[in-house]
């Protein structure tokens, strides 16, 4: 059974750095492609930023790129969200996904596992 788990968040001032972590069990962790979405209050859940399998091939929501910086370690089967400059607008609960295998897309609805979320609230 593939589980995320996630840690990290919390409330910060624009400009601050937060940086979030999925631990993943279940599967071969190094074979996945892995993304990152947000969500606010009656609105769908959006795209942030994706990580290939084989970390190479890196996308990112044109609003966080060059501040948010998506990575992995596949020796301790988590995926990191190192956000940085963090802006009011970045508010949301930010989650972690896969489909536990190579494929990977912007598009939550194609993904199956999922982590319980995690806050991430930026003050002006």
């Known amino acids: 059974q593939v589980r995320l788990v996630q840690s990290g968040g919390g409330l910060v001032k624009t400009g601050d750095s937060l940086r979030l972590s999925c631990k993943a069990s279940g599967g071969t962790f190094s074979s996945w492609s892995l993304a990152w979405f947000r969500q606010v209050p009656g609105e769908e859940r959006e795209f942030v930023a994706l990580i290939d399998y084989s970390g190479t091939v890196l996308e990112y929501t044109d609003s966080v790129k060059g501040r948010f910086i998506v990575s992995r370690d596949n020796s301790d089967n988590t995926l990191f969200l190192q956000m940085n400059n963090l802006r009011p607008e970045d508010t949301g609960e930010y989650f972690c996904?896969?489909?536990?295998?190579?494929?990977?897309?912007?598009?939550?609805?194609?993904?199956?596992?999922w982590g319980q979320g995690t806050q991430v609230t930026v003050s002006s």
């Open positions: 996904a896969t489909d536990a295998t190579y494929w990977h897309s912007v598009e939550a609805r194609r993904y199956t596992y």
